[in-house]
């Protein structure tokens, strides 16, 4: 009886401490959107709406404070940035789309990589992408013509999908996925990289692809090891390993069922995760975009943020 009622008050203590954090996230989400709000009527001229904005960030970023003071919760700032959003002391580069064609007689040691421009690959996403294969990459990879990558850039590119391969140990794996690498205007949204089950297709934008540090946004930082340059191949790799376990138990993935295998993966997702609470793991230790997920129910991408951050360290 003793034992019972001690499991009841840890079991009501760890559902209040659950609460509490949901609570949290909540405050950190609200002033993540009034950045965001603000970062739109600043990019429209609306001195007015930036400088109520201002004082909304100033207010729930003071709210948040007390709430976690109050609560013994660990304050995390990092959980309030979005892209795009300076605060003063805080300078970091924006993301830069130069046009990279390499100066002629530069005397590059990477030659020209080739593309099969005879058989153009349209995609429909946002809008329409128009891509071509490299015919001289080790991995099947496609560059749209809207992207700009160098010829030494792409051979980094291609070793890297071979490393990430062998690490995921799916180096001699059949069916691997089709690699866009494509503008930042052709990704919808601000993805940076999107693994499409149906089509076995993923999709990278071309400076995450390449990495350069100076260059990355704000918001990696936001996502399970986002400093190091493969982990958003890790990522949308892991969703394919998903996508292929599907495949194998119960069949192809086609615009009918993907329902299905969200779902799918979400009841997967839960589970291991569920485990490595049991043994001691803190949801709370999953990168932002992680956690985020995993409290909106997205427990597929809750999991693949973990198993990205246990297989890169950290
Ligand atoms: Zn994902």
């Given at each position: 009886m003793f034992i019972n009622r001690e499991k009841q008050y840890d079991e009501k203590e760890n559902s209040e401490e659950y609460d509490k954090v949901v609570k949290q996230r909540e405050i950190e989400r609200k002033i993540r959107k009034q950045k965001t709000t603000r970062n739109a009527l600043k990019a429209a001229g609306d001195d007015e709406g930036v400088r109520e904005y201002g004082r909304k960030i100033k207010e729930t970023t003071a709210q948040l404070n007390a709430y976690c003071e109050k609560n013994g919760l660990t304050v995390r700032m990092d959980r309030t940035e979005v892209y795009?959003?300076?605060?003063?002391?805080m300078k970091k580069k924006p993301i830069n789309f130069v046009k990279t064609v390499p100066p002629i007689g530069?005397?590059?040691q990477y030659r020209k990589y080739e593309l099969d421009t005879e058989n153009p690959v349209t995609i429909t996403r946002n809008k329409e992408i128009q891509a071509y294969r490299v015919?001289?990459?080790?991995?099947?990879i496609y560059i749209s013509s809207d992207a700009h990558v160098k010829p030494k850039q792409l051979h980094q590119i291609d070793k890297k999908v071979s490393e990430v391969y062998d690490l995921i140990g799916?180096?001699?794996?059949?069916?691997?996925p089709e690699i866009f690498i494509i503008s930042g205007g052709e990704m919808?949204?601000?993805?940076?990289a999107t693994y499409n089950p149906v089509s076995n297709r993923l999709f990278i934008t071309d400076s995450v692809a390449i990495y350069k540090k100076s260059e990355m946004?704000?918001?990696?930082?936001?996502?399970?090891?986002?400093?190091?340059?493969?982990s958003s191949y890790v990522h949308e790799l892991f969703h394919w390993k998903d996508a292929e376990e599907y495949r194998r138990k119960k069949g192809t993935i086609t615009d009918e069922n993907r329902k299905a295998y969200f779902e799918w993966a979400d009841i997967k997702g839960k589970k291991s995760l569920d485990k490595a609470e049991k043994k001691?793991?803190?949801?709370?230790?999953?990168s932002v975009y992680g956690s985020d997920s995993y409290y909106q129910g997205k427990y597929s991408e809750a999991h693949t943020e973990y198993l990205t951050q246990k297989l890169l360290g950290r």
């Open positions: 795009g959003y300076k605060d003063e002391s530069s005397g590059s015919t001289t990459s080790v991995n099947n799916a180096k001699d794996a059949e069916n691997k919808s949204k601000a993805a940076v946004p704000d918001f990696m930082s936001t996502f399970a090891c986002g400093d190091d340059d493969r001691g793991y803190n949801i709370d230790n999953l």
